[in-house]
């Protein structure tokens, strides 16, 4: 289902939180809403969902008002209850009136895609993080919501976990039929689960649309930044570059880099620095020489975009 | 003759002879227990609201609430007893030296307890359960269901503080209720008259009773609370 926004407002304290005059995100696609820290991300989603009432404007799903109970939500924290797996995977079908039967066959269904069949006894509060994910998750698509909305999905799960889950998380998203919102401040989880990208920043849609078209033509220096790119300047020009594009040594794209850090990796080292305002980090090649912080190092873009 | 009797046989008197004495332990139940079931009528759902809402002037309302649950029962009763005596305000509605007048004065001693316990229970919950029982589909009466059920270890709880403190309060059942003998004398108030007639068996064997009755109540409510 569609799903749009109209003149959304949102105002707490007197303190602007999202503005969006217009959005338009096109149904049974995975879309990512990226932006950093207190952007709006969060608020945007409980508005989608129906979870919070927007002070100016109106947020259609489908063509109908928003309501909680037309949406699927995933919490960034574990939210339970203090009851077995199974009953938290029931709850919602027993809410919303489905029969014995079919709650049933769902719950299988759900259970076996998710892979949790072996926990369906265990109390769901006292899961660990990557299983509480995952039953969150089934939880969701028992539900068969038009609208899926994840908040920060992988938020907080220790790194073995994280990169399981991230790689397992597309299979997942595509047994939802349904408009799949995802929030993130990770541009890489962004690019890697969703169809769309949102970029959000202030509580402003600085960018929107296909992942590739986003992704390739940031145009404005707060939309790269969210999308995980160094933004320098170079002769006045403001240059996007991509974290992976910025490599030691000289090149056509030279820039220098005073040191702030060194951090010692294993087989590496990598500087931490800036170019003008910017702060960029990059890693040296083996057998480089340790520089020493205030010292200038040479660096190259191998790619870059330049923005507005 | 009694005095040659030791604390048991006194006991057996007690209960086989002296009949109001039965009656005195019941008094002390209904009396309270109504107090209580109406503290929590009231008390749960105003602690349901300010658990879930944020509003101008939370904090200020938590505090005297907080501040409400140490009040002293004695002033409670006194306040009762300026409405309630016939030149009062509400004096017409004859409720002086009743057990109703009793309920009311316990009444506002255990609302505070429950308005306070209710909302630092259901505060303990996961912050965003409410919204996750929204999004299932649950209605406000099933949500408010539901959360009670969740916030059940501390519900029981707050029931156990309420009874027990309006049970074991002497100086508004003494100021609303009168200690009459027939209609209003209840567990605390008998000990107080028994002590006063040098009746100590009598008054400690009350004491007993009346720690029996907190204990029975409390168990019950603990089983309930445990249950999983």
């Not at chain 1, 799903?3 to 407002?9: C, D």
């Not at chain 1, 799949?180 to 890697?192: K, Q």
């Not at chain 2, 003494?174 to 200690?179: A, E, P, Q």
């Not at chain 2, 003998?181 to 567990?187: A, N, Q």
């Amino acid at each position: 289902m569609d799903v749009s926004l109209e003149g959304v407002r949102v105002e707490r304290d007197g303190r602007m939180l999202l503005d969006i005059p217009s959005l338009s995100l096109p149904g049974h696609r995975t879309i990512a809403i990226l932006g950093p820290n207190g952007s709006g991300k969060t608020t945007l989603l409980r508005v989608i969902s129906g979870l919070d009432r927007p002070n100016a404007g109106r947020v259609l799903i489908g063509g109908i008002p928003a309501h909680a109970s037309r949406a699927a939500y995933v919490f960034q924290e574990q939210v339970f209850l203090r009851r077995s797996v199974r009953d938290n995977l029931e709850l919602g079908l027993q809410l919303r009136g489905i029969d014995p039967a079919e709650r049933l066959r769902r719950v299988e269904e759900a259970s076996g895609i998710f892979g949790i069949r072996h926990l369906m006894s265990r109390r769901a509060d006292r899961l660990s993080g990557g299983e509480g994910r995952r039953v969150s998750l089934a939880r969701a698509l028992c539900l068969r919501a038009p609208l899926v909305l994840l908040d920060e999905p992988l938020e907080g799960l220790d790194r073995p976990t994280y990169s399981r889950l991230l790689h397992e998380l597309p299979q997942y998203l595509a047994a939802f039929d349904a408009t799949r919102i995802i929030v993130t401040h990770n541009p890489d989880e962004a690019l890697r689960l969703a169809q769309d990208l949102v970029v959000l920043v202030d509580g402003k849609v600085r960018a929107s649309g296909e992942k590739r078209d986003v992704a390739t033509n940031p145009r404005q220096p707060d939309v790269a930044e969210a999308l995980g790119y160094f933004v320098v300047i170079r002769d006045g020009r403001r240059l996007a570059i991509p974290p992976n594009a910025l490599r030691a040594g000289p090149g056509a794209m030279e820039f220098l880099m005073e040191v702030d850090e060194v951090i010692e990796l294993v087989a590496s080292r990598e500087i931490v620095g800036r170019i003008g305002e910017a702060r960029v980090s990059v890693e040296l090649p083996e057998g480089s020489e340790k520089p020493v912080r205030g010292d200038r190092v040479c660096l190259h873009a191998e790619r870059f975009f330049e923005l507005s | 003759m009694a005095s040659r009797c030791s604390f048991p046989m006194r006991v057996i008197e007690m209960f086989a002879v002296d009949s109001p004495f039965l009656t005195v332990v019941l008094r002390t139940f209904l009396v309270s227990g109504t107090a209580t079931a109406m503290a929590v009528l009231v008390g749960f759902p105003i602690g349901y609201g300010i658990s879930r809402r944020s509003f101008r002037g939370r904090t200020l309302l938590l505090g005297f609430i907080n501040a409400g649950m140490g009040m002293p029962p004695v002033v409670v009763g006194l306040v009762v007893w300026v409405m309630l005596v016939r030149s009062g305000p509400l004096g017409n509605l004859d409720l002086i030296y009743t057990r109703a007048a009793m309920v009311l004065a316990q009444f506002l001693i255990a609302t505070p307890i429950v308005v306070g316990f209710t909302t630092a229970s259901l505060q303990a919950l996961p912050p965003r359960l409410g919204d996750l029982l929204s999004v299932l589909g649950a209605g406000r009466v099933r949500t408010m269901l539901i959360l009670a059920r969740e916030a059940k270890l501390g519900l029981a709880a707050t029931i156990m503080a309420a009874f027990g403190a309006i049970v074991s309060e002497v100086g508004a059942s003494m100021v609303v209720g009168g200690n009459l003998e027939r209609s209003t004398r209840v567990l605390t108030t008998a000990i107080v008259t028994e002590t006063s007639r040098g009746e100590i068996e009598r008054a400690l064997f009350l004491g007993l009773i009346l720690l029996g009755l907190t204990f029975v109540v409390s168990l019950a409510l603990t089983i309930i609370q445990q249950r999983r």
